[in-house]
Structures are given as structure tokens and as C-alpha cells.
């Protein structure tokens, strides 16, 4: 079982910064791939960005590459998003989740934190 916790939403102005936070429960943290998903108002949920287990490899959504890193401190059972040049269309519930390889995808959700943009 793992829990997670987001934290570091709020409201920011468009390219501005924010950097979300992750932390999980569990000794196993460092054994899960995690990512980052958003949901705007009235939209699906979306994939912003994944990290391997160990961090030595990422991947991005085409809306946010560039513009976000995903990063982890499995010695703080912590996973982060720094998001720069923040744009309107990134407003949104941001989810991390934890995949544990064992093919079920994202197991494990946390309970989302708000980012908005304002223009």
C-alpha cells in the first residue's frame, strides 16, 4: 500500500513557477514509477509526466515538455513537478499516482492539488 499527498498548488500568473510535491507512505517508494496527471473543469484526466523508479528516465506530455521536470528523492519518499512558464491551459487538479510495474498501471492516487493560471 501506498499513500500520497500532494501539496505546492496555488495560484500563479501566466510564466510564472510552481513546484509541486508528492509524498508517499511505505518503504516501497523507491520500487514505484510515479507520475504526474491533471484534470481541468469539463476535461478528461490527462499524463503530464512519468519517472522510472531509480529517476534515470522521464517522459513528458508534448503540452508541457520544456516547460516541466519531474524529479524524485526516494530518500524522502518524495516525487516533485517544477512547472515554469505557466500558461492558462495548464490550470488544473494535479494527481500524482504510483505504479508499481506489476502491469495494473497507477494503482495509487493522491488526492490532487489546484494550480490556476491566471492570464
Given at each position: 500500500q501506498v499513500q500520497l499527498v500532494e501539496s505546492g498548488g496555488g495560484l500563479v500568473q501566466a510564466g510564472g513557477s510552481l513546484r509541486l510535491s508528492c509524498a508517499a507512505s511505505g518503504r516501497t517508494f523507491?520500487?514505484?514509477a510515479?507520475?504526474?496527471?491533471r484534470q481541468a473543469p469539463g476535461k478528461e484526466r490527462e499524463f503530464v509526466?512519468?519517472?522510472s523508479w531509480s529517476g534515470g528516465s522521464a517522459a513528458y506530455a508534448?503540452?508541457?515538455k520544456g516547460r516541466f521536470?519531474?524529479?524524485?528523492?526516494?530518500?524522502?519518499?518524495?516525487?516533485?513537478?517544477?512547472?515554469?512558464s505557466?500558461?492558462?491551459e495548464d490550470t488544473a487538479v494535479y494527481y500524482c499516482a504510483a505504479?508499481?510495474?506489476s502491469g495494473r498501471?497507477?494503482?495509487y492516487w493522491g488526492q490532487g492539488t489546484q494550480v490556476t493560471v491566471s492570464s
Open positions: 523507491s520500487s514505484y510515479m507520475g504526474w496527471f509526466a512519468r519517472i508534448d503540452s508541457v521536470t519531474i524529479s524524485r528523492d526516494n530518500a524522502k519518499n518524495t516525487v516533485y513537478l517544477q512547472m515554469n505557466l500558461k492558462p505504479d508499481s510495474y498501471g497507477y494503482a
